[in-house]
């Protein structure tokens, strides 16, 4: 299942970028998000190959997932798997400047494996509706960045 989403942002492309990747913000645009550790790497300077642990609310409970950055091209390109018991999956975020402190911003998510828990659950789970819930997330960003000075 792919999910995938665009939004113009009203402020320059370095400013998304370092919003967005700030390990500080990360609990203020995505669902579930409870806490990101680093393991390996500078989280201030990505680096193909860094690694964190990510870890979101699950019910009464929670998961961790591993995040490995596969491919970065500050401010422009960044791509990450992030695996866990459950499921992995591939992110991709692309930042394009596209006008007088404008970004473009296109957020992407790509399960590529998912374990029998997961497939039941995928199974009850509206595509739809993840897509809604993965756009309001990146509006969410979008409402942020363009807040801050």
């Known amino acids: 299942m792919k ?3 665009e ?3 009203n402020k320059p492309i370095e400013q998304v970028w ?3 990747l700030d390990p500080d913000n990360l609990a203020l645009w995505l669902n579930d ?3 990101r550790e680093q393991v390996t790497g500078d989280p201030t300077s990505p680096q193909v190959g860094d690694t964190a642990n990510v870890t979101y609310a699950q019910g ?3 998961f961790t997932m ?7 091209d500050v401010p422009h390109h960044m791509k990450l798997f992030m695996t866990s018991k459950m499921f992995d999956m591939e992110i991709v975020n692309d930042f394009e ?7 473009r911003l296109f957020a992407g998510a790509d399960f590529v494996r998912l374990g029998l828990i997961m497939k039941i659950v995928m199974f009850f789970s509206a595509k739809a509706k993840m897509q809604a819930d993965h756009e309001k997330q990146i509006n969410k ?4 960045i363009e807040g801050t000075p």
């Open 33 to 35: 998000f409870l806490r």
């Open 66 to 72: 591993l995040e490995k950055v596969t491919a970065v």
């Open 3 to 5: 999910l995938g989403y």
């Open 97 to 103: 400047a596209v006008g007088d402190g404008q970004t």
């Open 18 to 20: 370092d919003y967005t």
């Open 60 to 62: 009464k409970g929670e």
């Open 7 to 9: 939004v113009t942002i």
């Open 141 to 144: 960003l979008k409402e942020l």
